[in-house]
């Protein structure tokens, strides 16, 4: 069964860190890129991050910098570390899984239900 769970949305402070972390089946996460998009009622699903299981990594020219997306093959997990947040970094963020290497959402196969991150300035 396919399943994608995050956690580790929360609400912070501009300026603060958190870490996000999907947790994937176990065929997904050694069979599919994975990835983690974003998005707001006034905006479509943006990419933010991706990595393949080599660990190359993809990032969004608005993160780059403050975000770093790792795997950890321990717990089958996908990790999105979030440094120097931005009110404009609040979205509901969403792990993916997909066969391309992107940063497109029409390209991501299996979705999570997402987990919310609001930063306050």
């Known amino acids: 069964q396919v399943q994608l769970v995050e956690s580790g949305g929360a609400s912070v402070q501009a300026g603060g860190s958190l870490r996000l972390s999907c947790a994937a089946s176990?065929?997904?996460?050694?069979?599919?890129?994975m990835a983690w998009f974003r998005q707001t009622p006034r905006k479509e699903r943006e990419g933010v991050a991706a990595i393949s299981s080599s660990g190359s990594t993809l990032l969004a020219d608005s993160v780059a910098g403050r975000f770093t997306i790792s795997r950890d093959s321990a717990e089958h997990a996908v990790l999105l570390q979030m440094n120097s947040l931005k009110p404009e970094d609040t979205a509901m963020y969403y792990c993916?899984?997909?066969?391309?290497?992107?940063?497109?959402?029409?390209?991501?196969?299996?979705w999570g239900q997402g987990t919310q991150v609001t930063v306050s300035s």
């Open positions: 176990g065929d997904i996460y050694n069979s599919y890129y």
């Open positions: 993916a899984a997909g066969p391309v290497f992107s940063l497109t959402q029409t390209t991501y196969k299996f």
